[in-house]
């Protein structure tokens, strides 16, 4: 299954609304995990299952999506959020992520 | 907490065989649910699932590299192992193990990663 994010880099400010899209070639139902990587570091689980919080992330992090269509929403930019993001399929093996998005400072 | 560390070469030569194993610490790899990874990352690019192991030994591979992948566990140990041969260029990456529960859970425990070069 291919996962196809978009777009590959953005630039915004402290505060702003932010928001990433990852589309399935196929129907994933809700099997679907974001990733956040910073430079030098291992990728960091956001939210699991489409839309479910992993413990200790920030409530600014949200997402939402299902079957073919994913979006990963950070409510309001903060400087440690200026990272790569990731999506990434479960629902069937091989295991597959997205190319990534770049979040950088406007 | 568990705790995940790579360990290997960082340089291995042409058509040799990259080998690296993972340390797992603050958990037992024996414990029942959870699916153990190895997974890489070209710079600049996604990352790129290699397969898992359960404790049992089952394995699966991504197809793009079955011929030449073997991942391996030893519970003794606490530790899992990825063995990939005929290397070329191509394989340089970093390269990460990660832990794996139910596919509705994602990845939520990494290793911190080792940077394997292939070079002669």
């Known amino acids: 299954i291919q996962m196809t994010q978009s777009p590959l880099s953005l630039s915004a400010s402290v505060g702003d609304r932010v928001t990433i899209t990852c589309r399935a070639s196929?129907?994933?139902?809700?099997?679907l995990h974001w990733y956040q990587q910073k430079p030098g570091k291992a990728p960091k689980l956001l939210i699991y299952s489409a839309s479910s919080l992993q413990s200790g992330v920030p409530s600014r992090f949200s997402g939402s999506g299902s079957r073919t269509d994913f979006t990963l929403t950070i409510s309001s930019l903060q400087p440690e959020d200026f990272a790569t993001y990731f999506c990434q399929q479960s629902y069937t093996l091989p295991r597959t992520f997205g190319g990534g998005t770049k979040v950088e400072i406007e | 907490q568990v705790q995940l560390q790579e360990s290997g070469p960082g340089v291995v030569k042409p058509s040799q065989t990259l080998s690296l194993t993972c340390t797992v610490s603050g958990g037992s790899i024996s414990s029942s649910g959870y699916y153990w990874s190895w997974i890489r990352q070209h710079p600049g690019k996604g990352p790129e699932w290699i397969g898992y192991?359960?404790?049992?030994?089952?394995?699966h591979y991504n197809p793009s590299l079955k011929s030449r992948v073997t991942i391996s566990v030893d519970t003794t140990q606490n530790q899992f192992s990825l063995n990939l041969s005929s290397v070329t260029a191509a394989d340089t990456a970093v390269y990460y193990c990660?832990?794996?529960?139910?596919?509705?859970?994602?990845?939520?425990?990494w290793g911190q990663g080792t940077l394997v070069t292939v070079s002669s």
């Open positions: 196929e129907s994933i139902s809700s099997y």
């Open positions: 192991i359960y404790y049992t030994g089952s394995t």
């Open positions: 990660a832990r794996e529960g139910t596919r509705s859970s994602g990845w939520s425990t």
